[in-house]
């Protein structure tokens, strides 16, 4: 099983992005999926995450601005970022919990995609 991050990259203050995270190999079926993020010098903090069913929470710093998604179909999930701040930058990171057989849960980690919020 692999998660596969991608869309980070360079944005102005107040720009939009949008991340995709997509899970593939030998999976049974995705329970809840996490968006977090590491800025230079910090510590990973929780930044979004949804359940199965499409419950979502997030961390206050992104409330209003952050909206994660997921397809269940595509087994991919998503992070539309707007009004984006650069305190936003960090590299982001997709995290899943998996069952790759029905017995067998497992928390999987994608590898990290940078989002630069400059001008």
């Known amino acids: 099983v692999q998660l596969q991050a991608s869309g980070g990259g360079l944005v102005q203050p107040g720009g939009s992005l949008r991340l995709s995270c997509a899970a593939s190999g030998n999976i049974f079926s995705i329970s809840d999926m996490r968006w977090y993020r590491q800025a230079p010098g910090k510590q990973r903090e929780l930044v979004a995450q949804?359940?199965?069913?499409?419950?979502?929470n997030y961390a206050d710093a992104v409330k209003g601005r952050f909206t994660i998604s997921r397809d269940n179909a595509k087994n991919t999930m998503y992070l539309q970022m707007n009004s984006l701040k650069p305190e936003d930058t960090a590299i982001y990171y997709c995290?899943?919990?998996?069952?790759?057989?029905?017995?067998?849960?497992?928390?999987?980690w994608g590898q990290g995609t940078l989002v630069t919020v400059s001008s």
């Open positions: 949804i359940t199965r069913g499409g419950s979502t």
């Open positions: 995290n899943a919990d998996i069952r790759p057989n029905w017995h067998t849960l497992r928390e999987y």
